[in-house]
């Protein structure tokens, strides 16, 4: 099975794993290194699973968090990994020191929790710390509602971004969309901007309200010389 179709069962919402779809959408290109991907995840997932202490969700994410940072305590990277199976491969590497950027580490703790039992929404910034865009998890259950700040040691249940009115959550598919924008940026950046446009397409296939794509794919189509498709995008209501 090809890159082609297995986009295709992403695109068609018959893939209900997270780890899956964001392998799928960080670029695996057939069904054998997809499947290498997810045993080597399956492994770490097995690995963690019986590490770490049993208790209730919210125990379980912080031994979660933990276990991450005490396997990796240099695990952030400004700029760094963001597709997961790089991700994963730095994670489970000894000799490996940073294992994501922001995007990257969300990622794998996300679908992490999810084969724990635990789904988790993600949250974007536009602006934060450094004022660039900034992605991190967050846990809501009832009347329990947790941030978890991946850049930082002690960020979970981190309380600096309560309240910012730039906040947005995003489900799973937004997540998955944010893959496809990094991407594409890496085409921008080498001024490869047809190939640039068909990833932010992607990306706004997944989330029509991801602007950052919807600006980039715009600037892209400028490159092009397609002006009036990158008005006519730029104008449209998300």
Known sequence: ????HLEKRLFQGEVSDLAEAAFIASGVATRAELEDCLSLFDGLRRQIAEEISPG??????????????????????????FRLGDVLRAQLAPDVLEVGNCLGLTLLYNCLAQRLGL???????????????????????GE???DIEHILP????????????LRVEWDEAGLLADIYHSRGNLFFESRRFGDAVKLYQKALRLNLKHNQARLNMGLALAELGRTREAARLLQEPP
């Open 154 to 165: 002690d960020g979970f249940d981190y309380k600096g971004h309560l309240g910012n009115p």
């Open 144 to 146: 329990v509602a947790i």
């Open 56 to 81: 209730d969700d919210v125990t379980r994410l912080r031994e979660l968090f933990n276990w991450l940072w005490r396997t990796k305590p240099r695990r952030y990277r400004q700029g760094g990994n």
């Open 1 to 4: 099975m090809t890159a082609r």
């Open 119 to 141: 789904r988790m929404k993600a949250v974007y910034l536009e602006v934060a710390f450094d004022g660039q865009p900034h992605v991190f998890s967050s846990y809501r259950a």
